[in-house]
């Protein structure tokens, strides 16, 4: 029977559209948003001056290749540029990984907590996502590798991982990356690396550079500041890289985005000064918190997840909108199936005491 309206591919339908942490409380004249993982301390002034400098060439379109952004990233961490991609984002270069790797029937493996992105590029491609447990709310490689059938062409691991804060170290990154078959692409998403002081944790630079079958993403929305301009960047075999650089737009990252990442990754000083704030505001949120009684998962990136009983009145969701009625909007975590859970983002001095402050209120009511 022909259809009456186009219909879209097997598995779009079946996506859960991406719903990002909330930004407004209304009524509340002063609102601090701590939904989205944005650093408290902003973009580089050296950023916020090369965007500037784009604003009397919006008629140009940009470098197609962003050669410069490329050579810029490849000083920075000691890389090949042309084992460089960039992207709108890392979400970009997570769908473009998909779209070239993953056909119908295809299987992509993620861990139950994982960044929702996993699941929708993997669906949007006609694949099946498959979902494995995690233990104590981190990446367990042993259910990774037992869920590898066949059908697998790609493994997404967030590491750290997204909403739960937790890590693997690379020892147990290159164990998952042994057992894989050959044929099977390993995503490692760094999103948060800049953020980590763990020494047994490595973003995945050198497994890259040794193998044919790992990529590395990352992003310049968190420490850099830059989430507003939409930019990331992938590390990845040159194969890899031929094969994405066939499918993404020819023009996928903005003039301004190459000319602020170029600044952003140059101030080292700035960098530092936001990792020394989240440093020292992790673990004293992570503290002052628990005081209170309630659970937090150990954190390695720039943010909290807190557990929160599953009683009347003291729930998720009581406190979830207790603190939004005070301005503080964190992010409710219910669509990575962690129903009882917020994740609180390191925010300013003066915010991160308000949460805290305001939590103690709602534990003693």
């Not at 079946?14 to 701590?34: D, H, M, N, T, W």
């Not at 408290?40 to 008629?59: D, M, Q, T, V």
């Not at 390191?346 to 308000?354: D, K, M, Q, S």
Request: one cysteine or more.
């Amino acid at each position: 029977m022909t259809a009456m309206r186009p219909t879209p591919r097997p598995g779009v339908l079946e996506i859960a559209p991406y719903v990002p942490g909330k930004s407004k409380a209304p009524g509340v004249a002063k609102v601090f948003k701590l939904s989205s993982n944005e650093t408290p301390l902003g973009p580089s002034p050296r950023a916020i001056k090369a965007y500037n400098s784009l604003a009397a060439h919006l008629e140009d379109y940009p470098d197609g290749s962003a050669g410069d952004l490329r050579a810029a990233i490849g000083h920075a961490f000691g890389l090949d540029p042309d084992r460089i991609v960039c992207g709108a984002g890392s979400d970009d270069l997570l769908h473009l990984l998909a779209y070239a790797y993953l056909a119908d029937g295809d299987e992509a493996i993620h861990t139950r907590h994982g960044f929702l992105i996993y699941p929708i590029v993997t669906l949007g491609t006609g694949a099946r996502p498959v979902e494995v447990p995690e233990t104590d709310y981190t990446a367990d490689v042993d259910a990774i590798l037992k869920a590898v059938t066949g059908k697998t062409k790609m493994v997404f691991l967030a590491n750290p991982n997204n909403p739960t804060g937790t890590a693997i170290s690379f020892d147990e990154v290159k164990r998952l990356h042994r057992g894989l078959p050959p044929h099977v692409l390993l995503v490692l998403d760094a999103a948060y690396a800049e953020y980590v002081r763990r020494n047994d944790y490595e973003a995945g630079i050198e497994l890259v550079a040794t193998s044919d079958n790992v990529v590395m993403c990352r992003t310049f929305s968190k420490i850099h500041g830059l989430a507003n301009l939409r930019l990331g960047w992938m590390f990845a075999p040159a194969a890899i890289v031929d094969a994405v650089n066939r499918i993404r737009g020819p023009f996928n990252v903005s003039g301004a985005a190459i000319a602020a990442g170029i600044a952003a990754i140059e101030d080292t000083e700035h960098q530092e000064r936001s990792r020394e704030h989240n440093t020292r505001w992790l673990a004293w949120l992570t503290e002052e918190i628990g005081k209170l009684g309630l659970k937090v998962t150990p954190s390695v990136a720039n943010f909290v997840l807190i557990h929160f009983p599953d009683t009347k009145g003291r729930t998720a969701q009581d406190a979830d909108a207790f603190l939004t009625a005070r301005g503080l909007i964190l992010r409710y975590v219910a669509a990575y199936k962690l129903p009882n859970a917020l994740r609180l983002s390191v925010g300013t001095e003066e915010a991160n005491r308000l949460v805290v402050a305001a939590l103690k209120e709602f534990a003693d009511r």
